[in-house]
């Protein structure tokens, strides 16, 4: 059996936290050996552009797709080893054992293991047809059902359904989304945010159903051809896309013995309840800037906990701990979240509501607690100051678009 026996660092998963972590270890100047492990084929890449570019412009894959260029891994002496599982996580012995019978030893680990799609669970849920969207591999395959005219359905309007459903749509397709929840995007952009999105998809011709399930999905010969709704309508469909959330990949973690909570628990360091072993992105559970704990599915945060985590391994420990952030593109909009919009905070709006460019400032005691930007990005930086800042605002003079809000830092800074 083969064994790498160069103690180092051994990275589980290599997609965006796997990636980030080795490229951020040699930055920070490790010198050890660095092994990044992965069950998908493809090289390091970016997920975001799965549910947009690829499957808006299908025939090239979108520029800066990958992660690192594939000869950075040999130049910062990275051992990639991808279409290997990691099977078991021997904390004891030090090393971890491949689904290719060969072991790597280890001084620290990361598990950057994220997520993997919920699958639904009714009759009909085996129909061709039927797709679901984590890897390049599913967007290929869904992107082959979005010929003009074709009928496609969505069971769930969470991000990645509202963002596939803007793709299905500019690629001429009939679309209709079925969501339970009386909002979309619920748990991301809040009630009123979530019904102007609802909004936005109608006037793109979305045809939004909300507060609604799928009682049965249809087949024939194999396929899927339609699904019953809850109040009894049938509707015709040529393919379906579930988007109804992920699990964490915890397996490995918890054969371990790590503590786990929805998700594995990590400190301000990424550390988890064994000091040698670190986790990263979707898959951690970690202190939230606000307050509390949670598991986080964001690119920013994939990124950023993985370059701290690689950080401390270096030896440059610092907290991690910043304001959630993220974007979405759907049809001509980008919409970018920070931090707290879905509390009961004060909402100030500065620009139109009812258009496609205004701002919305969720503000607690004077404190900006979260911002949401509607093709605003520009109010992003200010905004991002003043909340992690803590300065007090003036929310007449936030809602007047006629202030730079640079101005609103310069006042009490
Ligand atoms: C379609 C799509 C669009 C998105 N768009 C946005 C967006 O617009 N904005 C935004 O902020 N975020 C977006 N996200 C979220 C963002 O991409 C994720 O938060 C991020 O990719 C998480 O990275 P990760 O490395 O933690 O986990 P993952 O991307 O899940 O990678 C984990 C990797 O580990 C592998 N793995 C798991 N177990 C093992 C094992 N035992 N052995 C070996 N390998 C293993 C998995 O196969 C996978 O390759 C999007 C996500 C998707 C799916």
């Not at 260029?69 to 599982?85: F, H, K, M, P, T």
């Amino acid at each position: 059996m083969a064994v790498t026996d160069a103690k180092g660092v051994v990275i589980i998963g290599a997609n965006l936290a796997g990636g980030r972590a080795a490229e951020a270890l040699r930055t920070a100047g490790y010198e050890g050996a660095i092994t990044l492990i992965g069950d998908e084929t493809e090289l390091p890449y970016e997920r975001p552009p799965l549910s947009k570019e690829v499957l808006t412009e299908p025939d090239t894959l979108p520029a800066q797709f990958y992660i690192l260029d594939s000869a950075d891994y040999a130049e910062n002496n990275i051992d990639l080893r991808l279409g290997v599982r990691a099977e078991r996580l021997d904390t004891v012995g030090q090393k971890v054992e491949l689904s290719d019978g060969s072991e790597v030893a280890f001084e620290q680990v990361i598990l950057a293991t994220g997520a993997r799609v919920r699958r639904l669970n009714i009759e009909g849920s085996d129909l061709k047809g039927i797709h679901y969207l984590r890897t390049l591999e599913d967007a290929r395959a869904l992107s082959e059902e979005l010929k003009p005219g074709a009928r496609i359905g969505f069971i769930g309007m969470g991000v990645i359904g509202a963002e596939v459903a803007a793709s299905a749509r500019k690629r001429g397709c009939e679309v209709i989304t079925i969501e339970p929840l009386e909002i979309p995007m619920a748990r991301a952009l809040g009630p009123r945010f979530g019904a102007w999105l609802a909004q936005v998809h109608r006037e793109e011709g979305v045809d939004v159903r909300l507060g609604c399930g799928v009682s049965s999905i249809l087949g024939e010969q194999g396929r899927v051809n339609g699904v019953i709704l809850n109040d009894g309508e049938q509707v015709d469909l040529d393919a379906l896309v579930v988007g109804i959330g992920v699990i964490p990949n915890l397996e490995l973690a918890e054969a371990a013995g790590l503590e786990i909570d929805n998700g594995i628990v990590v400190n301000e360091f990424a550390q988890t309840s064994n000091p040698a072993i670190y986790a990263v992105g979707d898959v951690a559970n970690s202190p939230l800037y606000f307050g509390g704990r949670g598991r986080c599915e964001t690119y920013q945060n994939a990124q950023d906990q993985a370059i701290f985590a690689a950080r401390a391994i270096a030896g440059q420990a610092e907290p991690y701990l910043k304001p959630q952030w993220f974007w979405t593109d759907q049809f001509d909009i980008n919409i970018q979240v920070l931090g707290d919009v879905i509390s009961d905070a004060e909402v100030v709006i500065r620009g139109d509501e009812n258009s496609r460019q205004f701002s919305a400032f969720f503000v607690q005691d004077n404190l900006i607690r979260g911002l949401l930007t509607v093709n605003q990005a520009k109010d992003m930086g200010a905004g991002r100051r003043l909340l992690e800042r803590s300065i007090p605002v003036d929310t007449v003079a936030l809602a007047d678009v006629n202030i730079d809000l640079r101005q609103l830092l310069k006042k009490t800074a």
